[in-house]
């Protein structure tokens, strides 16, 4: 069964500071691999997704995304923290087929300081 | 363009009372799928619907069901409330059923508290 651990419940950095949220997978194919956000008292938005076709994944607001087969991970980064970022970060993994089902990990809470 | 919408925001419940959430999809989508997010975890897969027809349940209790209309829009039905049901509960509309290409846009949310 596929399935997501994110390391580290909380998150703190400075505004400015490398943001660096770690995510691996367990997946026994090719998995679709997503990073989402979700603001306070909000639904989740999308900032990236990976489908295979390139391991350095670029999305909204600046963050990147690198898949890495051999360690099963895809981590997110931000190379500076603004105040605006401080969030519930998820990222999960599609099995594919004909549901788009998603597993989502527990989640890790940014916060960013002044 | 629309995006997709949930009513109620908030909802208060008793143990053993029946609730019903309702979903709009964004326009053109014809895949609707619900998640429970419990406090402090990752939303669940409760079951996805694509054109009418459920495609698709993760590990839920049959007192949890769902309708999905001509329209697209959706209902997510729970039964004999628990405790537990206490949850944060997602709709989230795909242009697609297939998964991975298809990015499933979520709507804001019905907060379920069960007393």
């Known amino acids: 069964a596929q399935s997501v651990t994110q390391l580290g419940s909380h998150v703190s950095v400075s505004e400015g500071a490398l943001v660096l949220l770690r995510c691996n997978y367990s997946s026994s194919v090719p998995p679709y691999l997503f990073w989402y956000v979700q603001y306070p008292n909000q639904g989740l938005q999308l900032l990236l997704k990976?489908?295979?076709?390139?391991?350095l994944v670029k999305g909204i607001n600046g963050f990147e995304a690198e898949f890495k087969k051999s360690e099963t991970s895809f981590h997110l980064t931000k190379p500076s923290a603004h105040m605006s970022d401080a969030a519930e970060y998820f990222c999960a993994v599609s099995p594919g087929g004909n549901t788009g089902k998603l597993i989502f990990g527990q989640g890790t809470t940014l916060q960013v300081k002044p | 363009e629309t995006g997709v919408t949930q009513s109620p925001t908030h909802l208060i419940k008793t143990r053993g009372q029946q609730v019903t959430l309702r979903c709009s999809s964004q326009s053109g989508h014809n895949t609707v799928s619900w998640y429970q997010q419990a406090l402090g975890q990752g939303p669940q897969f409760i079951f996805q619907y694509y054109r009418e027809e459920e495609n698709g349940r993760g590990n839920f209790p049959p007192r949890f069901s769902g309708l999905q209309f001509p329209n697209y829009s959706s209902e997510l039905n729970v039964n004999a409330l628990e405790l537990d049901d206490s949850a944060l509960y997602l709709c989230?509309?795909?242009?697609?059923?297939?998964?991975?290409?298809?990015?499933?846009?979520f709507g804001p949310g019905t907060r379920l508290t069960v007393l």
């Open positions: 989230a509309s795909s242009l697609s059923r297939t998964g991975g290409y298809n990015e499933q846009f």
């Open positions: 990976y489908t295979s076709a390139a391991t």
